[in-house]
Each structure stands twice: as C-alpha cells, then as structure tokens.
C-alpha cells in the first residue's frame, strides 16, 4: 500500500493551500484517512481525521482547515486556510484499517 501525498508548498501567512493525498496498492478500503505534521524539532502531531467515525480537527487547526475525502475510494484532502507561521511543517497523510499507513510528507512553509 502506498500513499501518495500532494499540495505543499510555500504561502505567505494569511494564505491558503491544498493537500491531496490517494492509496493505492493491495488495499480494500481504509477506516480513517487524516493528516499528521511535524515541525522543525517538534514531534509530530496530529491535524485531522475523516473515518466511518465522523471528522475530528486538532485544537490548533480548527476553524481554519477542512478535511475532506472519499474513504472509499482511499483519498482523502485538507484545505488549509488563514495559514500562519506556526503551520510551517512537514504533512504526513495516513490511512488505517486497524494498520497505520503512512505517506511520504509534504512540505508546508507559512512566511513572509
């Protein structure tokens, strides 16, 4: 299995972006599909999730991002919005069927 993340790149604060993430490979479907980060010397930290169970957002990034996506189809995409530095990170998508799968990571960077 193997998922394949999409959208990072550079913005100023204030600014949007888009993160896309798909799966492919010997996979049914997933339960969970979300994202994590991980800033320079930061452990890494979850974002947000979609699943059978509903869609969760971290502290930090509710009211600015929206996670979106078709589980079924094992896509899934965060849209980022009112960016600031402190979003600066790598973006790791995931997806779970009882076992974590992760993606490559996708670098965001929020600066002036």
């Known amino acids: 299995v193997q998922l394949q993340a999409s959208g990072g790149g550079s913005v100023q604060p204030g600014g949007s972006l888009r993160l896309s993430c798909a799966a492919s490979?010997?996979?049914?479907?997933?339960?969970?599909m979300g994202w994590y980060r991980q800033a320079p010397g930061k452990q890494r930290e979850w974002v947000a999730q979609i699943g059978t169970g509903g869609i969760y957002y971290g502290d930090s990034v509710k009211g600015r991002f929206t996670i979106s996506g078709d589980i079924a189809k094992n896509t899934v995409n965060l849209q980022m919005n009112s960016l600031k530095a402190e979003d600066t990170a790598v973006y790791y998508c995931f997806g779970s069927d009882g076992k974590m799968y992760w993606g490559q990571g996708t670098l965001v960077t929020v600066s002036s």
């Open positions: 490979g010997s996979i049914f479907s997933f339960n969970v």
